[in-house]
């Protein structure tokens, strides 16, 4: 959350079907953006905290954070294209 690169974070859980769909796309996301962002995952199980903190009710939810606050969100699944370019709008 302190980085000076955007953040992008993916709340997942091991039983949730479209989580596993998402998952490869922010792995190849973790990839593609290394160096210029921050890419991580929070398994809500494990983490039910974090995930109280942010208010995740549905998952898979993935926030994208710039200077440690919230500036973006995607709540189901979504195509590379689409996360990409929530990542893309930060580095601009």
Same mark, same amino acid.
């Given at each position: 959350?302190?980085?000076?690169?955007?953040?992008?974070?993916?709340?997942?859980?091991?039983?949730?079907?479209?989580?596993?769909?998402?998952?490869?796309?922010?792995?190849?996301?973790?990839?593609?953006?290394?160096?210029?962002?921050?890419?991580?995952?929070?398994?809500? &199980?494990?983490?039910?905290?974090?995930?109280?903190?942010?208010?995740?009710?549905?998952?898979?939810?993935?926030?994208?954070?710039?200077?440690?606050?919230?500036? &973006?969100?995607?709540?189901?699944?979504?195509?590379?294209?689409?996360?990409?370019?929530?990542? &893309?709008?930060?580095?601009?």
């Amino acid at each position: 959350m302190k980085s000076d690169k955007p953040v992008l974070v993916d709340f997942w859980a091991e039983w949730c079907g479209p989580c596993r769909m998402v998952g490869p796309i922010v792995e190849e996301l973790a990839k593609d953006y290394d160096g210029k962002a921050v890419v991580g995952k929070v398994d809500v &199980d494990s983490n039910p905290n974090i995930s109280m903190q942010f208010g995740i009710r549905n998952i898979p939810t993935l926030l994208v954070f710039k200077n440690g606050q919230v500036v &973006d969100k995607q709540v189901g699944v979504a195509p590379k294209a689409a996360l990409a370019g929530k990542l &893309d709008k930060q580095l601009a």
